[in-house]
């Protein structure tokens, strides 16, 4: 629970701290309002001008940042859309008020406060101590200037500023904590049962008519994307292994000349049985873990298997499962008065008790194997690979800059590369820009083939590192337009969607009956068995939701009303395109106040603390845009 409270805070103010930043780089970049208006203003914030470069710089920054998120499935239509275009100007507008509030109000970042801040930073150190020549260079690759970094550190730092005032002047009352943790720390004990889109796939029929009806009404959505097929040359390092050989007399010579790497280290095998200590458990309840520990280590010494006493007392539940076997234990792998318990004992002894800081460890060693050098023969051919690969890369490097060159200076053929690296020309299967098969399916390679010189100018690509090991150049063989789709081609994914359209809706109405015969009485159980359906039991505490659907299905159980007195309350909906989730939730124990830690309370005031801040801010800043003189010139977005 501790955990989920400190996830919740932190992720509150971070989140409200990150939108802010984000939206304040978005509009300031490297020129600002601050260094001048252009000719175009697009749109005015009291006396501040907003104009065409500074709106169109924002549109891209939105644009990037959404592209990062989504990947190329983002809809291109929507950034010509007239809602994105709003939401980036009113976020413009919003931030160039509170810049302009920062400036007049007097929030500022010091020399010595920038220094430190870029300092500090760890991706401009190396070995923990900041790197002048790295900071200049990650800045400059980043597209930027020094200046115009340092001018957005000084801004980001002001917002800074004023986020911890907001943060500083927000309180808890002394009964919300109370209050919060009866709601933070409450149970719910719940059941569930989900139907399947699946489960009605089968019942469903698509008539031709149908589908012919979707293909006039919407023929526009059914095309074939555009398609390309290259020629490629490939430089790898595994292939000219391949080509190359060894002598036995230099394999051997590794072999003789490297003793130590050839022998196979030994190993131990052990099992244990873990009575658990809590970290700050009472002396009464470490000296109980103790004894239980020395009796278990007593019986096992005096006969009875050691796997049984550890499947039936044994507190680590994976082992105890196996028996308390752990497997092989090397050295570094476990805590070390564990390690130094295994590494003292003689094949088939018992420990005595063994303290860490998880609690106490009866151990015993299983098994033990020793050190044995391994026999040229058995590692000849480890040896052979490690000596070819060695030199391929040696080869490598030396003809990846002919590569290079090749390609470079005759853009119009791949063939004079290939004939001077003796390479074999090779040819893609068609490929679009969003999928493909081999060598396409590297998405390096497709924006290549996809590139304007490659596509349009019939050029060789620039090379291309599939890997550290692997160079390829292509040109384009032949390319097929983006182009409508006949009925014939569209046939089958019409079908295939008009069919989980029918099913959606054929669960959604199964599901949502399933839930009215609940609410009217029906009995659960039997319900579930006339309708063959599971019932499942949902973890009641959060640590146990570790599968998607029970935590989409949790979030709806703790938003139900608590059952009046012994009945149930019920609930239902589509947790996703596929799948009906019916709920029953059974019992509510709301969290106990009394029962916090000291470290529980604190999580929580400060979760409380966070959330009132971060309502300050959002107020502040409804605030300033309320009370200003805003002006949009429509035409110019």
Do not use: C
């Amino acid at each position: 629970m501790l955990i989920t409270i400190r996830e919740k805070a932190s992720g509150v103010i971070g989140w409200t701290i990150a939108g802010i930043i984000i939206l304040v780089f978005a509009v300031w970049g490297i020129g600002s309002y601050f260094e001048g208006a252009s000719k175009i203003v697009v749109a005015t914030a009291d006396d501040v001008e907003i104009d065409q470069e500074q709106y169109q710089q924002a549109l891209t920054n939105s644009r990037r940042r959404m592209v990062q998120m989504m990947g190329r499935n983002v809809d291109s239509e929507l950034f010509s859309s007239i809602v994105f275009k709003r939401r980036v100007m009113e976020d413009l507008l919003n931030n160039t008020l509170q810049a302009e509030y920062l400036f007049s109000t007097g929030y500022r970042v010091s020399d010595e406060q920038l220094a430190t801040i870029i300092q500090t930073t760890p991706a401009f150190q190396s070995d923990g101590v900041f790197d002048r020549a790295r900071y200049e260079n990650l800045i400059r690759n980043a597209g930027l200037s020094l200046p115009g970094y340092e001018q957005q550190q000084r801004r980001q730092g002001a917002v800074e500023q004023l986020i911890k005032g907001f943060a500083q002047s927000a309180f808890v009352a002394p009964g919300s904590v109370d209050s919060a943790w009866k709601l933070l720390g409450q149970r719910r004990s719940a059941s569930y049962t989900t139907l399947e889109l699946d489960q009605f796939m089968d019942e469903t029929e698509v008539s031709e008519s149908s589908i012919t009806e979707e293909y006039q009404s919407n023929r526009e959505t059914y095309f074939m994307p555009a398609n390309i097929q290259v020629e490629y040359l490939q430089l790898s390092v595994d292939e000219l292994a391949e080509n190359l050989g060894a002598d036995e007399s230099e394999l051997r010579a590794v072999y003789d000349d490297n003793p130590d790497r050839f022998v196979q280290p030994g190993s131990r095998s052990a099992s244990h049985i873990l009575i658990k200590v809590e970290t700050g458990a009472d002396q009464a309840v470490v000296d109980k873990a103790r004894t239980t520990a020395a009796e278990l280590a007593s019986r096992a010494r005096g006969g009875e298997p050691f796997p049984g006493l550890a499947e039936k007392f044994s507190e680590d539940t994976g082992s105890a499962r196996l028996g308390g076997k752990l497997g092989i234990v090397r050295p570094g792998t476990m805590v070390k008065p564990f390690e130094d318990a295994v590494f003292s004992l003689q094949e088939g002894e018992i420990s005595d008790p063994v303290r860490t800081e998880y609690g106490f460890h009866v151990i015993q060693l299983d098994k033990v194997t020793q050190s044995k050098v391994q026999p040229f023969d058995e590692v000849r051919e480890e040896i052979e690979k490690e000596v070819l690969r060695l030199r391929a890369e040696e080869q490598f490097n030396e003809l990846a800059e002919v590569f290079g060159n090749v390609v470079f200076e005759q853009p119009d053929s791949l063939d004079p590369a290939a004939e001077q690296l003796g390479l074999a020309l090779r040819r893609s299967e068609w490929f679009t820009f969003e999928d493909g098969e081999g060598i396409a399916a590297v998405k390096a390679v497709r924006d290549a083939a996809f590139n304007d010189e490659v596509l349009i100018d019939g050029l060789n690509s620039e090379l291309i590192e599939l890997d550290s090991d692997t160079l390829v150049a292509l040109r384009k063989l032949e390319y097929q337009e983006r182009r409508q789709m006949s009925l014939d081609e569209a046939k089958p994914e019409i079908e295939e969607q008009l069919r989980e359209q029918q099913a959606s809706t054929t669960m959604g109405i199964e599901g949502q009956a399933l839930l009215d015969q609940l609410r009217s009485g029906a009995d659960w159980d039997q319900l579930l068995h006339d309708k063959q359906l599971g019932s499942v039991r949902l973890p009641e505490e959060q640590k146990g939701l570790f599968e998607p659907l029970e935590q989409a299905i949790a979030a709806r159980v703790y938003e139900l009303a608590e059952p009046d007195g012994g009945t149930f309350t019920y609930g239902g909906e589509r947790i996703s395109p596929a799948r009906f989730a019916v709920f029953r939730l059974e019992k509510v124990v709301y969290g106990d106040p009394t029962a916090m830690s000291d470290e529980q309370r604190l999580a929580v005031e400060r979760m409380l603390l966070s959330r009132r801040g971060t309502d300050l801010i959002q107020g502040w800043r409804r605030g300033l845009r309320q009370r200003a003189n805003v002006q949009i010139n429509e035409e110019q977005l």
